[in-house]
């Protein structure tokens, strides 16, 4: 979640806007689409391991049945905060923050939870207690 937050100033520093209440909205929702995709591969790996299998085989797995819920939940939100984004009107500064936020924070989050998400599991997994 902290990592997929650079993508959120990325975004805002590329349209020029600020870290408002709407930014801050939309950082909610990101933060919590987010923590759903990390915990998806994680609690799958979890329950692989119970099951017997080993730390790396459990990961990989994980990341291979996962991959697709993580790219379709990541990709339509995306596709829902595009009128956010390209909306006109009154108000639509602060659609376009809130849009702008929950696009390119979800795009560096995608590639985060499944990249980073796995190898920090790796490294954190064998001192877990079980």
Known sequence: ????????????????????IFSQIGIIILMGISAKNGILIVEF???????????????????????????????STMVGSIPLIL?????????LTIGIVIFFGLLFSIILTLFATPYFYKLIAPYAKT
């Open 1 to 20: 979640v902290p990592l997929s937050l650079t993508g959120c100033l990325f975004g805002l520093w590329i349209v020029g806007s600020s870290l408002n």
């Open 45 to 75: 790996a979890n329950q692989l391991k119970r099951k017997g299998s080993n730390l790396s085989a459990s990961i990989q797995k994980a990341c291979n049945k996962r991959f697709r819920p993580v790219i379709m939940t990541g990709i």
């Open 87 to 95: 909306s006109s009107g009154a108000g639509s500064e602060s659609r």
